[in-house]
């Protein structure tokens, strides 16, 4: 039997609330699936299974506040499930399977007509406004656009103070502050910025587009992102994690990919072996990550498998920034918006689109030389962006 204990989601997040069991008593599972819907400061994470077998005793109902390593439900092998059975039928009885679900069959999902996509059912309650209901109420009232687009099935109450603004988005900037004073007060940051022609990237990307439509067309950040993961392949100590034993590096990148919430604060969630895909991948991967980040609708492993985050200022006109690494990552890249500029080609002086990047690293890692290495290899990665 295996304990299933609530997982680490974040560095900022010690607590979240279990909002809704996706399996139950008697389900198979594999790893990697969905078993339950937690709710955190970054959002509602979907929590997944580590081993294969078939759910025993939930431990824990829906609604109630958990820590960080609370033992979530019981897990057996197939093995252990079917050993009460087995031994029933050589007595010669056979009785239901010991863990078989014990709940009504859920009603269809049905989603909302046009009409009925109100705030409805809100109510007065001690200086709050209490929305009772499915999440697309919330939805609406948050102003996060058609619930339709985001077909949740669960029913679960949340508060938003009359003044405006939702209390877990406030909680969300509090734990990034935190975390981000921790990587302060921790970290022996050294930061080496570098200003890296990126027209043959750009001029790239608009040919590729001329002959691509819709959902289909590329933005620059995929290249980007891989030239980036490239260039981390070749200096490695850029790229792990830093803990009790000291530094482990990862062979593989993934890429955590920072994005605005919806209301305020910001998460990081990873897009897993960035290095290994192509750069079409990565964008169907921007794609479809980014809007459920928004929306906090994120899976706990794409909450905590980030070896280094990409902050990527893309909109705006910030020439940089100089950002924290995100504990226990040892290092962060930041690009800021692509500008023209003034750039020297041998004796001629004419303008490029030019984008800086910096590399805030952990001195107990690595050191300004490391980060002057993979600033060298990026530059020359994105200088050739068709052969990405």
Request: glycine share 8%.
């Amino acid at each position: 039997m295996i304990e299933f204990k609530m997982p680490t989601l974040a560095a900022e997040i010690e607590a979240a609330t279990l909002i809704e069991w996706f399996k139950q008593p008697g389900d198979h599972i594999k790893r990697g699936d969905v078993i339950a819907l937690a709710e955190t400061q970054a959002g509602a994470i979907e929590i997944e299974a580590f081993d294969e077998g078939v759910i025993g005793e939930q431990r824990v109902q829906p609604g109630r506040q958990i820590e960080v390593g609370t033992v979530l439900a019981t897990i057996f092998s197939s093995e252990e499930a079917d050993r009460p059975l087995r031994a029933a039928k050589a007595r010669g009885a056979v009785p239901g399977h010991p863990y078989e679900r014990r709940r009504s069959a859920r009603p269809p999902t049905v989603r909302p007509r046009p009409a009925e996509r109100t705030p409805a059912g809100c109510q007065d309650a001690g200086g709050m406004l209490t929305i009772n209901g499915s999440p697309s109420a919330w939805l609406l009232a948050n102003g996060a656009g058609d619930p339709a687009e985001f077909p949740f099935d669960h029913a679960r109450e949340l508060r938003m103070s009359k003044r405006g603004g939702w209390s877990a988005r406030e909680d969300l900037r509090k734990a990034n502050g935190a975390a981000m004073l921790r990587s302060h007060r921790e970290i022996p940051h050294y930061w080496v910025s570098h200003a890296i022609d990126a027209t043959p990237l750009l001029d790239w990307v608009e040919a590729e587009n001329a002959g691509r439509q819709g959902e289909n067309r590329l933005l620059y950040l995929a290249p980007l992102m891989k030239a980036v993961a490239l260039a981390l392949k070749d200096v490695p100590d850029l790229n792990g994690h830093y803990g009790e034993r000291g530094f482990l590096p990862s062979s593989a990148v993934h890429m955590g990919l920072a994005t605005p919430l919806r209301g305020g604060g910001l998460v990081a969630p990873a897009i897993r072996d960035t290095a290994a895909r192509s750069v079409d991948e990565l964008m169907l991967a921007i794609a479809a990550l980014a809007p459920r980040a928004r929306l906090g609708r994120l899976r706990g492993s794409e909450m905590t498998d980030a070896t280094i985050v990409l902050n990527n200022l893309a909109a705006g006109n910030a020439d940089g920034i100089f950002p924290l690494i995100h504990p226990p990552q040892v290092a962060i890249i930041a690009c800021g918006a692509a500008a023209p500029r003034p750039w020297a080609i041998a004796d001629t002086v004419c303008v490029r689109q030019v984008i800086q990047v910096t590399v805030a690293g952990d001195h107990r890692v690595s050191h300004t030389l490391r980060a002057a290495e993979f600033l060298s290899r990026l530059s020359e990665l994105l200088s050739k962006p068709e052969a990405l």
